[in-house]
């Protein structure tokens, strides 16, 4: 949600373009489903002239052919037979006897089981509630999207209102408290009748509350609620009207807290604090995605920032320049010490707060737990973490899991016999058995000057917390070189990546193939949430992309989430570890001395090493039901055109 406003259609409310009369009674539409689905919309775009029966017909034809649910609206859409304009028009003088989650389902806006699943949770509420805030609540549509189909369907103007642009002796009319619900707004006065936006028409509370104050006569438009309450929301801070949120310590004590305990409950991995325009947004991270938490006033940004500063040990006078700092916090709600690092960062708005939750000692996960395929697992144990030297390479972006990968194999490598010693900003594992620094260059401890001593200390495994220049490259090659294991991190997209990174670091090629003996890629993805999984079919969009045909899935077992109490209704729960291992065959090698280029490294370590790329293991992982297709397209790199799942599977093992 965001915290500006724009004007969808300026011209509505011209006087040159005036709004159609809609002041008699709102048209009889429910909005709640109780059937399938039909053809109510193409047979009535037909009736309309907007199109052919040949070309429903055709369209029907199509749709038989597809394996996906596709809606008829849909595909006449894709086949440009359908344009937006022409069907809002056609719904707008003919609205259709559909209820909301037909019309939706007709539109192709969502998917029949989306309805089924939000018909559920209404069932499962206990308590009468529309159809429609279920759907946005519970995103299976936008709001806005939400809106202007709720616009066509009743033949209303669709509005974004904007505060600048409003009659603001109009918003004065209206109470704080129906103002508070976010029910409707009045926009301007047109040819003597008020005009106003509402979340929902048919509400007959709403309708009588408006008629009460801006007369019987005013103009009806839709508008999403959110939009509606932050205006609201701008126009109370403007006037200052009732008592603004108090910031004094214990309130301010007291939030930080809660938002604490919050993630800490809820198992996020960040938490944001943002100063917007308008509002401070908080948000948590959580299964790699951020979703909103709650909004404050500004009025609590600076307060809460001194606050998160001083237990963060930060500067609390500095606010030109970004700063870092860690809290130890102590929860008395769960009894359990949270470890945060956190990140102040200057805006046009004010400090921007990010702290991240650090794992805890219990979350340390075996190699064999990681999630690895069973062959590539084998592998890995065999080939990369038995070797008595080398670099060992761990790789991705943020939040990847790297340091995950990385303590699990420090985890393993840990016996009596072993010296392990570790260069890390900060410790983010605490293990019995190693000799762990964490780096503090406010005190002379700086990255450089712990890797100047660390070969001092007899170790036979040194573990750096990341390559980041050419002198922790160099320092790496020559501990290797010695006859020490170096486990390390880089932020590359892949395997074949993390070389080109190294040879552009500065480090020679020869040496770069005589010490790297594994590298591994990974990311995270969210896994389907076991107790609302259920069969999907793949779209021939989604069949496209992977450019794969029906036979290169064959006997794949997909899944998707269709949202419940389990997983807060967004059909992902916890997360699963996609993996690329290259261990680099001499073919690979001559590649890297001879500088070749990085897509003829990656055939040359399919072809000769065995490579299994991201977007293969993340399409094996969703043959078998982990994760979901959509995910595996969306957060997986499309290097090279996947091989088909029997050679996966193969390549693999089955034991996924």
Do not use: W
């Not at 103007?157 to 408290?177: A, G």
């Not at 960040?270 to 325009?277: G, L, N, S, T, V």
């Not at 079919?537 to 109490?565: F, I, K, N, V």
């Amino acid at each position: 949600m965001q915290c500006h406003y724009v004007m969808a259609v300026p011209s509505m409310l011209s006087p040159a373009v005036p709004l159609p009369d809609r002041s008699g009674p709102p048209p009889s539409v429910s909005l709640s489903p109780v059937a399938p689905p039909g053809e109510t919309v193409p047979k009535l775009l037909v009736r309309r002239g907007v199109i052919s029966e040949a070309q429903l017909v055709y369209a029907r034809r199509v749709q038989a052919k597809l394996v996906s649910d596709r809606s008829v609206v849909e595909i006449l859409r894709t086949l440009q037979l359908l344009d937006s304009t022409s069907l809002a028009a056609a719904l707008r003088e003919e609205p259709p006897p559909l209820r909301l989650g037909e019309l939706l389902v007709e539109l192709g806006m969502m998917r029949a089981g989306e309805l089924a699943a939000a018909l559920a949770i209404q069932k499962e509420a206990g308590i009468p509630r529309k159809l429609g805030d279920i759907l946005v609540e519970h995103a299976f549509i936008d709001e806005e999207r939400l809106s202007e189909t709720l616009a066509g369907m009743l033949g209303f103007p669709f509005l974004m209102p904007r505060y600048e642009q409003l009659d603001r002796q109009l918003l004065q009319q209206v109470p704080p408290k129906l103002a508070a619900r976010g029910s409707f707004l009045p926009i301007a006065v047109q040819e003597q009748r008020v005009v106003v936006a509402f979340a929902d028409p048919l509400d007959a509370g709403d309708r009588e509350a408006a008629e009460l104050l801006f007369g019987r006569q005013l103009r009806p438009a839709i508008a999403p609620r959110q939009r509606l309450r932050e205006v609201f929301e701008r126009h109370r801070r403007g006037l200052r009207r009732g008592p603004a949120v108090e910031a004094d310590d214990s309130t301010v004590v007291g939030l930080v807290n809660t938002l604490f305990d919050e993630a800490l409950a809820q198992g996020v991995s960040d938490i944001h604090i943002e100063p917007m325009k308008d509002c401070l947004r908080v948000r948590f991270r959580r299964d790699g995605v951020l979703t909103v938490q709650r909004e404050l006033s500004l009025d609590l940004a600076a307060p809460l920032t001194t606050r998160i500063k001083v237990l963060a040990a930060a500067d609390i006078a500095e606010r030109r320049r970004h700063q870092d700092g860690r809290i130890l916090y102590d929860s008395l709600a769960t009894g359990r010490t949270l470890d945060l690092r956190v990140s102040f960062y200057i805006t046009l708005h004010g400090e921007s707060i990010v702290l991240r939750l650090m794992n805890k000692p219990g979350a340390l996960l075996a190699v064999e737990d990681i999630g690895m395929a069973a062959r590539m697992l084998q592998q890995f144990r065999d080939e990369a973490l038995a070797t008595p030297s080398g670099i060992l390479i761990v790789t991705g972006p943020t939040g990847a899991g790297k340091t995950t990968t990385l303590y699990s194999c420090v985890n393993a490598l840990n016996d009596p016999e072993t010296s392990i010693i570790t260069a890390e900003e900060p410790v983010e594992y605490v293990i019995d058995g190693i000799t762990q620094c964490s780096i503090n260059p406010k005190i002379g401890v700086t990255f450089t000057e712990t890797l100047r001593h660390i070969v001092r200390q007899d170790p036979d495994v040194i573990v750096m917390g990341e390559v980041r220049d050419a002198f922790s490259a160099e320092t790496a090659i020559q501990a290797a070189l010695t006859g020490h294991k170096v486990l390390t991190t880089l932020h590359t997209e892949d395997t074949v990546g993390a070389l080109l990174r190294l040879l552009n670091m500065g480090v020679e090629s020869f040496l770069i193939a005589s010490t790297v003996t594994a590298i591994v890629a990974q990311r995270l993805l969210r896994r389907i949430c076991p107790h609302c999984a259920g069969p999907y079919t793949p779209s021939p969009e989604e069949y496209r992309r992977l450019g794969y045909t029906h036979g290169d899935l064959a006997g794949a077992e997909l899944q998707s989430g269709r949202g419940c109490a389990a997983c807060r209704f967004t059909g992902f729960h916890g997360r699963v570890g996609i993996f690329e291992l290259l261990l680099p065959s001499e073919a690979v090698k001559e590649a890297v001395m001879a500088r070749k280029t990085v897509t003829e490294i990656r055939r040359l370590g399919i072809e000769s090493a065995g490579l299994v790329t991201l977007l293969e293991d993340g399409i094996a992982k969703a043959a078998c039901g982990q994760v979901s297709l959509g995910e595996v397209l969306k957060r997986l790199p499309r290097l090279e055109r996947p091989r088909p799942l029997f050679e996966l599977r193969r390549l693999l093992g089955d034991a996924l």
